[in-house]
């Protein structure tokens, strides 16, 4: 079985240009995790999608974050104008909903802005 | 205000030692905490759990005491591995089974041949 997918891979930027993270989760999860992951720190939510609804979108910078998940499975993290302080790994993450549900990780967007 | 934290940074253990992991959290109402172990340029993955309702949770060579009176638990590593080397967060998610999962800091653990 196919795990999380993203791309791409890694991404370099000057500040104020604009980039867009891509995520296939797996097959028949319903929920979509987008998390932030600063070096040498956590994994930060960023937000999380329940078919193709926002349930939680309250820590996205929505100046200049946004995010999709039109038909409930492939998803797109989009910064408009990046900061260097946007420098992270972009992990998507997808599970079942239910008491106990495992997160399933892709490996993550590396992204440096300059 | 950070809702779940990890002691220490760093941790270093030879070969066949134990290694242990420390976890508190805030909020009393988190009822699952599972630990991630990540490798370097790799997504994290889930290792074990544990939820409230138990004390003890063991799988192989990793096993979670828990607290939930002090609000701790910690991750014990017998017989550590060199292919152990990786960094370990604990996780907390409580309330609706939609919860976000909060997750600590993590512990780099180094394991010397």
């Known amino acids: 079985e196919a795990g999380v997918t993203q791309s791409p891979r890694y991404a370099v930027l000057q500040e104020g240009q604009a980039v867009s993270f891509w995520c296939d989760p797996i097959s028949g999860h319903d929920t979509l995790y987008w998390y932030q992951q600063p070096r040498d720190q956590g994994p930060q939510l960023l937000v999380y999608?329940?078919?193709?609804?926002?349930?939680?979108n309250s820590q996205l910078p929505s100046d200049r974050f946004s995010a999709v998940r039109p038909k409930g499975t492939n998803s797109t993290l989009k910064i408009q104008s990046a900061k260097q302080g946007d420098t992270a790994t972009y992990l998507c993450?997808?599970?079942?909903?239910?008491?106990?549900?495992?997160?399933?990780f892709g490996a993550g967007t590396r992204l440096s802005v300059l | 205000q950070q809702q779940v934290r990890q002691s220490p940074q760093s941790l270093t253990v030879w070969e066949g030692e134990t290694a242990i992991l420390n976890c508190s959290y805030e909020d009393s109402t988190f009822n699952y905490f599972p630990w991630y172990q990540q490798f370097p340029g790799e997504g994290p993955a889930l290792l074990i759990s544990?939820?409230?309702?138990?004390d003890k949770k063991e799988d192989g060579r990793f096993t979670i005491f828990f607290n939930k009176r002090e609000k701790k638990l910690s991750l014990h590593i017998t017989d550590s591995q060199p292919g152990d080397s990786a960094t370990y967060f604990c996780?907390?998610?409580?309330?609706?089974?939609?919860?976000?999962?909060?997750f600590g800091a993590g512990t780099q653990l180094i394991v010397i041949p």
């Open positions: 544990i939820s409230s309702v138990s």
């Open positions: 999608f329940r078919d193709e609804a926002v349930i939680d």
């Open positions: 993450a997808s599970s079942f909903s239910g008491i106990q549900n495992t997160l399933y």
């Open positions: 996780a907390a998610r409580g309330g609706s089974a939609l919860g976000r999962l909060h």
